[in-house]
C-alpha cells in the first residue's frame, strides 16, 4: 500500500506544478474565452488520473517522480529535479544513520505504510461526504414537481440546480418569475450539454484522493467558478444588451445565502455570483487573434505539462555508449555526460549525484578496467589513480569532475569499464568505502599523444591600447606535452612554463581581458566564445625579482583550429576576483609543426638540446626529513640538503640503480600516487626498462614544497643545473606535499658533466 500512496503522491506533486501554471495562466487569458480556462483544468485532471506519460524533450517539468524510497528502503529520496529544492528539503529531512537501532528495522518504506493508511481514511470521509450530501439532497428534494421533461420545481430549492450524474434533473426554485426561470433554464442545460454534471462531481472524486494537497484545494475552487464563468458566457454569448441585464438580475435574485449542499450540484447562484456579475455585464465577443493565441497557449501547455522530461539513463556522447552502471550504495551514482577520445588531453566527464541524506566524499582514485573474451575485466592501469583533492557532495546534490584518459587506459575499440570509490559522511564520521562504476563501448581507442608544436600564424586579436603591435614573425613557438605542459621557445632555449589549467570561457575570463578596440580584422570575444570548444590557461613569474606573471591562454575551437594568447595576469585575481585587472595583448592562430627528432640539433647557447631530454614533473605526495634517503646522490659537489635554496638530485643509469631507488623510499614518498595535473612517478617512468638505460640516463629530483615547476635545464662549464619554481600554491592548505621533478636525457648530451645540481627559487628566496 505505501508503493501505491508513493505513486499517488508524485502524481499529486507533478499535478500542482501544472496547477499553479493555469492560476498564473488565468491572470494572463483574462479576456480570452472562458472554456480555454476549463480546457486547461483538465489538463491537471489528466495528471492526476494517469500514473504515466510520454517522455518528451520539451517537458516543463523538472522530474516525474519527485519523491522516491532507497533500494533498501530506509532512506526517502528527493528528486525533484531542481538541485536547489532537493538540497533545501534534504536538509530538513532528519534521517537517522542507516546504522542506528531505530532504522535496523524501520524505515522510510515502514513509513510510508503507515501514512498511506492515514490517506486511505481521509479518501474515505471525503468520498462518504460526497454521497452522504448527494443522498442527502436528494432526500429533501423527493417532494418535487416535473413542469418540463427533467424539470422540477421544489420548496426546499433556495437557488436552481442540477441534481443527478446519470439521468441528470433541473431543480428549480417556486419564486422564479417567467423570465427569470428562462435564464436559468438556458443557464443549467447548457451545463448539462456540456457536461458540467459530470466534470464537477469527478473534480470532486479527484479532490478526494488528493485531500492531503492545497494547491489542489485551491485548484478545484477555481474549476468550480470557471465551470459557471464559461458556461455564463457560452448562454450570453448571443444575447442582447437587454437580455444580458435581465441574465445578470436572475443571478443575482438566485445567490445563495451561505452555502447550499455542495460537493455535486451545479447550483446557479452558488460560486462567484459578484465575479459572475460583472462579467457578464461587460463580456465582450474575443477577438479572432485572442482566440488563436490561446489555442496556441493551450496546445503548448499540455505539451510542456502532460508529457515527461527525457530520463537521461545512458550518455549519448560522441564515441561512447553506457552499457551498464551500478552502486553499492543506491542513494549515490554516477554517468557520463561528455567525453572527447580524440584530438588533444582526451577526458570523460563524469556527473556524481547524491541522492541521499549524508554527504558523499569522493576523489580517493579511479581505475579504468577492459572487457576480455571471457567476460572478466582486467585494469589497463598499472596502479590506480590518485586524486589529491577529495571532493564533497551535500545531500541531494551533484558534482561533474572530468577524468583524463590516454592510450593506455583506452588503447582500442572495445567494452570497458569506469570504476572508482567513495564513502559517506554524517557529522564529521566517514563510513566504509562503496564502489561505483559505469560500463560503456567505445567506438575505437585513443591515438597515443606525443608532444606537439606549434608556431604563430596569423594575428586574430591586439589590444589596441598598446602603440606597439607585434609582429607573428617574432612571436615564440611553443609545444604542449601530453600532459598538457605548455614550453615556450625564447631565445632558442625551450622553457618549460608548467601544466596548463582547463577553464570554461566566460566573460570573467576573456570578455574582460580583451580591451580596447583591437586591429583591423580583430576577432571579438563573443566570436571567440561562440566558437570555442576547449579552453587552458597558465600564469607564471615574470621573472625572480619581479612580482608581475605572464598569463597564457590556450584555445581549441569547435573547427579544430587553435588560439594562442599573451598577456599579464593580476595576482589579486586569485583571492578577490572583483580586483582582477588581467589582460590579453595578443590572439594568434597555430600553426601545427612536426617535432624535431631527438639527433636533430637545436641547441641553445648554453650548450644543450632541447630536443634531446623530457621534463616530467610527477607527484611525491607527503615527505618529512628526506636527507637520509637521498644521501646515495653521486654529486661529488653537493650541497647540505638543509640549504633551502638546493635540492637533492638522484642520477639513475641502470635497472639496478632504478630498483635500489625505488626500495630506498617507496615505503615513505608515494611512488605510485598521482593526480589529475601530476603523473604518478610509476607512470611517468614506465618507459625506463634496460633499453632505455642503453642510451640515456634519468634524473630524479625531489621538492618537499607544494607544486614546483621546472624553470630551466641548463649544461654549462661541466656542470647539469635544474631550476625550479614554485607555482603559487596555498602552502597553508598544502603545507606538505611534495614532487619529483624527472629529466631524461641521453647520455651523449651528460657525458661530460661532472657535477649536477638542482636550485629552487620562490617569492621568498633570492638567488
Known amino acids: 500500500m505505501g508503493d501505491i500512496f508513493l505513486q499517488v503522491l ?4 507533478t499535478a500542482s506544478l501544472i496547477a499553479v501554471a493555469v492560476i498564473i495562466l488565468r491572470l494572463v487569458l483574462k479576456k480570452a474565452p472562458k472554456y480555454i480556462r476549463v480546457i486547461l483544468w483538465s489538463f491537471v485532471g489528466i495528471r492526476l488520473v494517469l500514473p504515466f506519460s510520454f517522455e518528451s524533450i520539451l517537458s516543463l517539468l523538472p522530474s516525474s517522480s519527485p519523491v522516491g524510497v532507497s533500494d533498501d528502503g530506509i532512506f526517502p529520496v528527493i ?15 532528519d534521517v537517522p544513520p542507516a546504522d542506528s537501532d531505530v532504522f535496523s528495522s524501520f524505515g522510510f518504506s515502514d513509513v510510508l505504510e503507515i501514512v498511506s493508511v492515514v490517506w486511505l481514511v481521509g479518501v474515505f470521509l471525503m ?3 460526497f454521497f452522504f450530501s448527494f443522498l442527502t439532497l436528494k432526500r429533501k428534494t423527493a417532494e418535487k414537481i416535473e413542469i418540463e421533461k427533467n424539470v422540477f420545481v421544489c420548496d426546499f430549492a433556495a437557488s436552481p440546480f442540477i441534481l443527478g450524474v446519470i439521468k441528470p434533473q433541473i431543480i428549480l426554485s417556486e419564486i422564479l418569475t417567467d423570465s427569470e426561470r428562462e435564464y436559468v433554464l438556458a443557464h443549467e442545460r447548457a451545463h448539462i450539454k456540456r457536461k458540467d454534471h459530470i466534470w464537477k462531481p469527478l473534480g470532486f472524486f479527484l479532490l478526494s484522493v488528493h485531500w492531503f494537497n492545497p494547491v489542489l484545494w485551491v485548484a478545484y475552487y477555481f474549476l468550480c467558478r470557471d465551470i459557471e464563468l464559461s458556461c455564463d458566457e457560452k448562454v450570453i454569448k448571443d444575447m442582447s444588451c437587454v437580455q444580458i441585464k435581465g441574465y445578470s438580475s436572475a443571478l443575482l435574485n438566485c445567490a445563495v445565502k451561505g452555502k447550499m449542499i455542495t460537493a455535486c450540484p451545479l447550483a446557479f447562484g452558488e460560486t462567484g455570483v459578484k465575479e459572475r456579475i460583472k462579467t ?4 465582450k465577443k474575443p477577438a479572432f487573434w485572442l482566440i488563436i493565441i490561446s489555442l496556441v497557449l493551450v496546445i503548448a501547455v499540455a505539451v510542456g505539462f502532460l508529457t515527461d522530461p527525457p530520463q537521461n539513463n545512458e550518455a549519448e556522447v560522441e564515441g561512447i555508449s553506457v552499457i551498464s552502471s551500478g552502486s553499492d550504495y543506491p542513494d549515490v551514482s554516477i554517468e557520463i555526460t561528455e567525453a572527447e577520445l580524440s584530438g588533444i588531453s582526451p577526458y570523460i566527464k563524469i556527473k556524481w549525484k547524491n541522492k541521499g541524506s ?10 579504468i578496467l577492459k572487457k576480455s573474451e571471457d567476460g572478466s575485466f582486467t585494469s589497463t592501469m598499472d596502479n590506480d589513480t590518485w586524486i589529491a583533492i577529495a571532493y564533497m557532495i551535500k545531500s541531494h546534490g551533484e558534482h561533474e569532475k572530468k577524468y583524463y584518459l590516454d592510450s593506455e587506459k583506452i588503447p582500442e575499440k572495445g567494452i570497458y569499464r569506469f570504476e572508482t570509490a567513495f564513502n559517506t559522511e554524517e557529522k564529521g564520521i566517514r563510513s566504509e568505502n562503496y564502489r561505483v562504476f559505469i560500463e560503456f563501448e567505445t567506438e575505437k581507442g585513443i591515438e597515443k599523444s606525443t608532444t606537439r608544436q606549434f ?18 614573425e617574432v612571436l615564440p613557438d611553443i609545444r604542449i606535452s601530453p600532459y598538457m605542459t605548455l614550453s615556450v621557445k625564447e631565445d632558442d632555449v625551450w622553457k618549460e612554463m608548467g601544466g596548463l589549467d582547463e577553464i570554461t570561457l ?5 570578455d574582460e581581458r580583451i580591451r580596447g578596440s583591437g586591429v583591423e580584422g580583430s576577432l571579438s570575444a563573443a566570436q571567440i566564445r561562440a566558437e ?21 591562454v590556450f584555445l581549441q575551437q569547435n573547427d579544430g583550429s587553435f588560439l594562442f594568447g599573451q598577456g599579464e595576469y593580476n595576482v589579486e585575481g586569485m583571492t578577490s576576483p572583483n580586483s582582477d585587472s588581467s589582460y590579453l595583448r595578443w590572439i594568434c592562430t597555430l600553426e601545427e609543426k612536426s617535432v624535431k627528432p631527438h639527433n636533430t640539433q637545436d641547441t641553445a647557447s648554453d650548450g644543450i638540446s632541447a630536443a634531446v631530454y623530457e621534463k616530467i614533473t610527477a607527484y611525491a605526495g607527503l615527505g618529512a626529513d628526506m636527507s637520509s634517503l637521498f644521501s646515495m646522490s653521486e654529486n661529488p659537489d653537493k650541497k647540505d640538503y638543509t640549504d633551502p635554496l638546493h635540492l637533492p638530485v638522484i642520477k639513475i643509469e641502470s635497472d639496478g640503480d632504478y630498483v635500489a631507488f625505488i626500495e630506498t623510499v617507496d615505503d615513505k614518498l608515494n611512488l605510485s600516487d598521482g593526480t589529475d595535473e601530476f603523473p604518478s612517478f610509476y607512470s611517468s617512468t614506465r618507459d625506463c626498462t634496460s633499453n632505455f638505460f642503453e642510451d640515456n640516463v634519468l634524473f630524479v629530483i625531489y621538492s618537499p614544497t607544494s607544486f614546483a615547476w621546472f624553470e630551466t635545464v641548463s649544461i654549462k662549464d661541466e656542470e647539469l643545473r635544474v631550476i625550479l619554481t614554485d607555482f603559487g600554491a596555498d602552502k597553508k592548505r598544502y603545507p606538505e606535499k611534495g614532487y619529483f621533478g624527472i629529466i631524461k636525457i641521453s647520455r651523449e648530451a651528460v657525458k661530460d658533466i661532472k657535477n649536477y645540481n638542482a636550485i629552487f627559487v620562490s617569492d621568498e628566496i633570492i638567488i
Open 10 to 13: 508524485n502524481m499529486s506533486i
Open 79 to 93: 528528486d525533484t529535479g531542481i538541485n536547489r529544492v532537493d538540497s533545501v528539503i534534504g536538509a530538513v529531512i
Open 127 to 129: 468520498l462518504s461526504y
Open 280 to 283: 457578464v455585464l461587460s463580456y
Open 358 to 367: 549524508k554527504e558523499c566524499v569522493f576523489g580517493a582514485f579511479y581505475d
Open 455 to 472: 608556431s604563430m600564424k596569423d594575428m586574430t586579436y591586439v589590444n589596441g591600447m598598446f602603440s606597439f603591435i607585434p609582429k607573428v
Open 506 to 510: 566566460s566573460k570573467d575570463n576573456l
Open 532 to 552: 570555442n570548444k576547449r579552453a587552458w590557461q597558465i600564469h607564471v613569474n615574470q621573472g625572480i625579482n619581479d612580482d608581475r606573471r605572464i598569463l597564457y
